[in-house]
């Protein structure tokens, strides 16, 4: 099996920055993408960037400029740098691969970090 753990979420003033990670574990055999998306209350689940090696990296048009995704392939973990946070950038953020494992391709989800931008 293959699990998502996310870290680095908060409370952070208007203009703050925060920096999330997910690190996969288990039987990976490789990781085909690497995504964050997030989930505003009563909003519907959207995609804040995306990587994989044949389509390049992705931002959503209301977080380019400001945030900037990463990854350490060595260590299966990728981030997502948040600066000049907005109030709107207020959600559960999540990270998300397509994970090609033991038992074959996977699709995976962490278990969400909340991210709070507020004064």
């Known amino acids: 099996q293959v699990q998502l753990v996310e870290s680095g979420g908060g409370l952070v003033q208007p203009g703050g920055s925060l920096r999330l990670s997910c690190a996969a574990s288990g039987s990976i055999v490789s990781i085909y993408t690497m995504a964050w998306f997030r989930q505003a209350q009563g909003n519907q689940r959207e995609l804040v960037a995306h990587?994989?090696?044949?389509?390049?990296?992705k931002y959503a048009e209301s977080v380019q400029g400001r945030f900037t995704f990463s990854s350490d392939n060595a260590k299966n973990t990728w981030f997502l740098q948040m600066n000049g946070l907005k109030p709107e950038d207020t959600a559960v953020y999540y990270c998300n691969a397509q994970i090609l494992a033991t038992r074959g391709l996977t699709n995976n989800w962490g278990q969400g970090t909340q991210v709070t931008v507020s004064s």
């Open positions: 990587f994989s090696s044949s389509t390049g990296l």
